[in-house]
């Protein structure tokens, strides 16, 4: 599982100084997404959709768009 392997990168990160970068983008869409965008606007009540979207510190899903998320694994390579 993911969870499995972020534990093993912490443990090989502790025990032999492995650079390690741990991130869990969640609410990802984009050019080809079926499901993420899509399901939220087909299940998403109208009274909950504003804590859905980032607009404030209540925000509970931040959706994030497929390149962000690429420049951003990009710059955590950079940083290793």
């Given at each position: 599982?993911?969870m499995?392997?972020e534990?093993?990168?912490?443990?090989?990160?502790r025990?032999?100084?492995?650079p390690?970068t741990?991130?869990?983008?969640?609410?990802?869409?984009?050019?080809g997404?079926?499901?993420?965008?899509?399901?939220?606007?087909?299940?998403?009540?109208?009274?909950?959709?504003?804590?859905?979207f980032?607009?404030?510190?209540?925000?509970?899903?931040?959706?994030?768009?497929?390149?962000?998320?690429v420049?951003?694994f990009q710059?955590?390579?950079?940083?290793l």
């Open positions: 599982s993911k499995e392997a534990k093993v990168l912490l443990e090989m990160h025990e032999k100084g492995l390690v741990i991130a869990r983008p969640s609410g990802v869409f984009g050019p997404d079926n499901y993420v965008f899509k399901e939220m606007i087909i299940s998403v009540d109208r009274s909950i959709i504003n804590k859905m980032p607009t404030s510190a209540r925000s509970t899903i931040h959706f994030t768009y497929i390149d962000d998320i420049q951003i710059k955590c390579e950079l940083l």
